[in-house]
């Protein structure tokens, strides 16, 4: 086979958070302008060995790539020393349908994809003078929607939430030696945050919305399927900017949803995230502003296209 | 990365006809009986580039594996010296979610399993002493369907209909240096004979119904999509038994679709193809036999699965 195919080491290389901040923007901007093609995702489940497998494509009109992305998740695997994620994300020409090559990424680019749409979003929405952020859970995501955004604007401190004190340590920990000053704050300390990520697998709401502070900004990227929820619909109530990143999947699967069912939100509300990266957005100082990211297929299909064009020009 | 990739040269050398034809039968009996997931596929199209790209999954319940096959249709590519279709299968364990290996087979699989699931249900359905096979279109599948019927029954004379006088003189050669007593035909005589094998992409019936005789077969392979249509639905209504590969499918789009909506058969009156192929099937010497071919991603994933293992034992 003539294809290439390229591992983490190399990706890890090419991919530097300049060149995914810059194609995640221009991806988000192109699907909020409708200039993306991505179909309804195949999805198999495997119960017996408590496992899923996902299959997404998306495209971006007029790219010279498209991507389709194969992800696994198998729950039992850590139990046996093995990861629970697996996959590949397979790059194809849109002109002559060939197989460019295939990138064994171990799952990184989908992370970076959602940490930098967070950052994006966060930097975007948040008051320009917000320096205290804080972040519900500590998982990979976590970690990256913290240390991008410390990329795009100068953090005075990071407040960290989360239910398992000892990963609660780690992670400030981790940060600390990134030079950020982070500490472990209750739920209560944390929804007082300039700026608040939620990166939860949670499936009720993790702060209470009379907690969050006028002039503060909410992003919540954990909520992927119907039955999580992160947000309080009351929060959705007294948000001056919904952002969402695909207002079809927001409405189905995102916190946005779990708002516009409890009627704290209209189906109309929200604007979509790309339309609010490409130029300052107006908020008053004492305006919420909330994002819903639920992941986008066409900025994976960007990201993927832009690695491979650094790794093969 | 450590995932094989597995080129046409090596996947050839182990998919003789035995391994695909018991692949493909143990598959379509387990499809018949349920045991299989078989999700809706994936679709993109790039208009601009007379493109598309489809992606099918399926799995074995119980299989150590599942595919997820990944196809391109670049119908400008010959022009520019390119073949039209392209892409690849990914082998996946069922257990883990790990990638167990790529296939670059070019697309032989997917015409493998094809010729053997058209040439394992006419000759299950097809009166045991009948020997006299027509075959409608001159394209790959032409030559498939005839030499793998071939290998499971002796053919007396394979009568040739094509539209291209050119293609078909072509295809009768072919078989003819296999050994086969072929010859160029008309619609009419090939419409009478023992078995007939339709494989055009037609949109409008390639017989007439009138001429097929009392006792013969017909198995109709071309229609993938709606708006194809090789079998007359006046054939439906003389044929004792209906078999499709897939109900759902061939409903939606295969011939036995249109005859339902032509109210030439009942949606229940067809019989799954697999429920034919575990034991000798009765059917009177007299009766008229019709079975609709759709393509079941389900077999895609046993066969991959199957060579895959001789591959890598």
Redesign the interface.
């Known amino acids: ?1 003539n ?1 290439p ?3 983490p080491a190399a990706i890890e290389r090419v991919a530097v958070p300049r060149l995914i901040l810059d194609t995640v923007r221009d991806a988000s901007i192109a699907h909020a302008e409708g200039r993306t ?1 991505v ?8 119960p017996g ?1 408590e ?1 899923d ?1 996902h ?1 997404k ?1 998306g ?1 971006i009109a007029g790219a010279p790539e ?1 991507a ?1 992305k ?1 992800a ?3 729950y039992a ?1 850590p139990g ?1 020393g ?1 990861p ?5 994300v ?1 790059v ?1 020409s ?6 460019r090559a ?1 990138l ?1 990424d171990r799952g990184m680019l989908t992370a970076w994809r959602t940490a930098a749409a967070g950052a994006l979003i966060t930097h975007a929405l948040a008051r320009p003078d917000a320096a205290e952020l804080a972040v519900f859970g500590t998982g990979q995501q976590a970690l990256l929607q913290v240390t991008w955004l410390a990329e795009l604007r100068p953090l005075s401190a990071v407040l960290v939430h989360g239910r398992r004190p000892e990963r609660v340590a780690a992670l400030c920990g981790e940060l600390r030696s990134r030079g950020l000053r982070a500490r472990p704050a209750t739920a209560r300390e944390a929804a007082g945050a300039d700026m608040i990520v939620t990166t939860t697998p949670a499936t009720s709401p993790v702060l209470d919305a009379a907690h969050v502070r006028d002039g503060a900004h909410v992003t919540g990227i954990g909520a992927d399927m119907p039955h999580k929820n992160e947000l309080p619909p009351e929060l959705f109530a007294r948000a001056r900017i919904i952002a969402t990143d695909d207002h079809a999947q927001c409405l189905d699967h995102g916190d946005f949803g779990h708002a516009v069912r409890a009627q704290s939100a209209t189906r109309r509300s929200d604007t979509a995230v790309g339309h609010l990266l490409g130029s300052p957005v107006h908020r008053p100082d004492g305006a919420i502003t909330v994002a819903d990211l639920t992941g986008v297929g066409a900025l994976d299909a960007a990201l993927a296209s832009a690695v491979l064009h650094r790794l093969l020009p």
Chains 1, 2 share one sequence.
């Open positions: 086979m294809v195919v390229l591992g093609t179909p309804p995702p195949l999805h198999l489940e495997f060995a496992g497998c299959v494509a495209w498209f389709v194969i696994t998740g198998f695997n046996r093995l629970a994620n697996h996959g590949l397979c194809l849109a002109r002559t349908g060939e197989v295939l064994d």
